[in-house]
């Protein structure tokens, strides 16, 4: 059974930045691709960003483009969010994701797509 667990989130001043990570356990980290999809409140979840098994392949929304960078440390089981320049529109719940599929651009935006997902780690953006 995969389990998922962030951290690292909490309350940030407009412009500036925070640190999510993700550990995985009970499966071999390196056999997903993983995203970070988000939550605002009365909204849908939404893609932020996804990375390939081997980190070859990396995909942003176009709102964090720029601003946040995807990371992962296969030897860890970590999965990393690093968001810079933030600003209130960022304000959500945030969720780790795990595919044990194959990279595919028509599928790492998606959040039925993913096998597995994690309990969520608040981000707040104060401006």
């Known amino acids: 059974q995969v389990q998922l667990v962030e951290s690292g989130g909490g309350l940030v001043q407009a412009g500036g930045s925070l640190r999510l990570s993700c550990a995985l356990s009970g499966r071999t980290f390196s056999s997903y691709v993983m995203g970070w999809f988000r939550q605002a409140p009365g909204k849908e979840r939404e893609f932020v960003a996804a990375?390939?098994?081997?980190?070859?392949?990396?995909a942003y929304a176009d709102s964090v483009k720029g601003r946040f960078t995807i990371s992962r440390d296969n030897a860890k089981n970590m999965v990393y969010l690093q968001m810079n320049s933030m600003n209130a529109e960022d304000t959500a719940v945030y969720y780790c994701?795990?595919?044990?599929?194959?990279?595919?651009?028509?599928?790492?935006?998606?959040?039925?797509?993913?096998?597995?997902w994690g309990q969520g780690t608040q981000v707040t953006v104060s401006s």
């Open positions: 990375i390939s098994r081997t980190s070859s392949y990396k």
């Open positions: 994701e795990a595919d044990g599929g194959f990279w595919s651009s028509t599928s790492y935006s998606t959040s039925l797509n993913y096998d597995y």
